[in-house]
């Protein structure tokens, strides 16, 4: 696979793979051994760049990681993320976040153990605490790349002006904001300050949590394990009325041998050099299908009418419920 660069030097495959899904999320969780051989099969297929978080189980998916990935540690680029406070058994989820300097310092030596490495590619702050100084954040991380523990620093869903402030403390390699055919708002700020200050975008979700492949439509019945059941844009009405997307990506993938997922990921990766998606699934064929997108050139033409279909249709739904959309953009 063709490889891309986030800020100056973090070489990572054109497509990453998000691994939330994996131990979280999305229902009851597969069997674990069937994700090491998944995560082995997509190392064997190109991938290097690996996404996980200590939020994610919690702790279970990095352990996941580091028990996949060891064998193959010199190959591969890994991601996680601090940011929340957390139940140290593991046994709820998150509970506000923090990040204070002391406590990124201990999730990151936590993350370390689980991973089983001795240090983390890309560190992101996973949501912006606006208790604690971004230029505090920035400088724990700096110490953590001082020690040789950490190498590059990031940040997931931040403001315009917290990014700023950030990089000037800390040079940051990629920004992880959702992004895709039915979540655009990154074009409007972010891409454009991406672009002056040199960092990467990794976007997160660029299948639209799945509905972009369409295999999701209105009758899709989700488990109340599954967290898209609380997502306004996942509604039944939202689902029926968001259809025309995929209509769209279908008709595109008709006309050149490509599925809706692998049009929806091209155009992603026809945005911009330094945009790196990280697409999540626990399936081997759909790995190898989204994988296949690197391979699929959209056409100037193609583009252009993408662009103008797409801007005939309103999508329906908030990405998130409120009270997680207020974390975003601090």
Known sequence: MN????????????????????TFAYGSPPDK???????????????????????????????LLGEALGPVRDQVVIATKFGFRLDPTGAKSWSGVDSRPEH???????????LKTDHIDLLYQHRVDPNVPIEDV???????????????????????????RAHAVQ???????????????????????????????VPYSPLGRGFLTGKIDETTMFESTDFRANLPRFTQEARKANQALVDLVKS????????????????????????????GTTKLHRLEENIGAAEIELTPEDLSEIEEASSRITVEGARYPENLERMTGI
């Open 104 to 114: 990124i310092k201990e999730v990151a030596d936590a993350s370390l153990k689980r």
């Open 171 to 201: 040079t940051v390699s990629a920004v992880q904001n959702e992004y895709s055919l039915w979540t655009r708002t990154p074009e409007k700020e972010v891409i454009p300050k991406l672009e002056e200050l040199g960092i990467g975008l």
């Open 3 to 22: 490889k891309r660069k986030l800020g100056n030097n973090l070489e990572v495959s054109a497509l990453g793979l998000g691994c939330m899904g994996m």
């Open 33 to 63: 051994q069937e994700m090491i051989s998944l995560l082995r099969a997509a190392v064997d297929r190109g991938v290097t760049f690996f996404d996980t978080a200590e939020v994610y189980g919690p702790f279970t998916n990095e352990e």
């Open 138 to 164: 920035a400088g724990a991380v700096k110490d953590l790349i001082q020690e040789g523990k950490v190498k590059h620093f990031g940040l997931s869903e931040p403001g315009m002006q917290t990014l700023r």
């Open 252 to 279: 595109i993938g008709d006309r050149k041998g490509a599925s809706p997922a692998q049009v929806a990921l091209a155009w992603i990766l026809a945005q911009k050099p330094w945009i790196v998606p990280i697409p």
